[in-house]
């Protein structure tokens, strides 16, 4: 594995890649890989020649109360997981490398635009024109032919879909599952931050969308019931959790169904465990007289 920090380097790895006939595939992470960043760098594997793998705290998509400071970062063990995951280059950029001069010297920013109106974007205002100004720039740093993204951030794969659809990026997103523990917790990196009685109640999450995916199995349409049960389940079962939002909301706008479920819809919920705040999904698409679950 070929570590660098260098902007010019990695296009310059790149492009020989690329000249030789090589695919690119790029994993973005904020570091602190857990093995559902280690499930995209595998696809990513599958799918590519060369795999790089950018490591950066993006301190643009944190807003002045979040975790920025705190975020876990340990590049060692990163390193030593990233080198077995295969990864064949390993991007490190230090903040100036990203944010000539640093991040207040930025000018230009991508717009996200609605769909950052609703969810994540709601709670977290200024994260995704952060997190879609970091991407474009990572996408012009690595220059892949694949970027990879993980299910669990729904909100955040669905806007840069739309980022690279609107603006002509030359480049195939690949959304992939979210890797679960065998309990059904989404692996994240904020995880960690958990006691082990938040931990134990923060299996509520994941227990309320299986709760809706059977509401809906079952025939019920009314998104009013299903975010009503979502949200006894996790008042019963997290007693510590605080609920930020649970929404359905239609699957390609964001905007929150009110009425009836009928078209294709992201059931998105974000619960904090005292200052750990946690995410998770199911898309619901619907096929004929068939409901998908994802
Ligand atoms: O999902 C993440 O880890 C980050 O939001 C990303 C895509 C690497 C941008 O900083």
Do not use: C
Not at 69 to 75: F, I, S, T
Not at 150 to 160: F, T
Not at 229 to 245: C, E, N, Q, S
């Amino acid at each position: 594995m070929h570590e660098t920090s260098s902007v010019l380097e990695l296009r310059q790895l790149v492009r020989a890649a690329r000249a030789g006939g090589d695919a690119v595939g790029l994993v973005p992470t904020m570091g602190a890989l857990h093995a559902g960043h280690l499930r995209l760098a595998e696809v990513a594997g599958e799918e590519n020649e060369l795999v790089v793998m950018s490591i950066f705290v993006n301190p643009t998509q944190f807003g002045p109360h979040e975790d920025l400071a705190r975020y876990p970062r340990d590049l060692d063990r990163d390193r030593r997981l990233a080198q077995d995951a295969g990864i064949d280059i390993l991007f490190v950029p230090d903040v100036d490398a990203v944010y000539p001069g640093g991040a207040d010297e930025q000018v230009v920013w991508i717009d996200p635009g609605p769909l950052a109106a609703h969810m994540e974007g709601a709670s977290r205002p200024g994260h995704f024109r952060g997190v879609a100004t970091v991407v474009a720039k990572l996408l012009n740093m690595a220059l892949p032919d694949r970027a990879y993204f993980g299910q669990k951030d729904a909100q955040q794969a669905l806007l840069v879909t739309r980022m690279v659809q609107d603006l002509a990026f030359p480049v195939e997103l690949r959304v992939i599952p979210t890797v679960r523990e065998p309990d059904g917790l989404a692996l994240s990196s904020r995880n960690v931050y958990l006691t082990s009685e938040q931990r134990a109640q923060a299996v509520s999450l994941h227990a309320a969308l299986q709760l809706a995916r059977q509401m809906i199995a079952s025939g019920e349409r009314s998104s009013a019931h299903i975010t009503a049960a979502m949200r006894a389940l996790i008042g019963r079962d997290a007693p510590a959790g605080r609920i930020d939002y649970v929404e359905v909301a239609d699957l390609a706008t964001l905007v929150p169904l009110t009425g009836s479920v009928k078209a294709d819809a992201l059931i998105a919920l974000a619960v904090s465990f005292g200052s750990t705040r946690l995410i998770d999904n199911l898309i619901v698409r619907f096929q004929g007289d068939e409901v998908q679950f994802s």
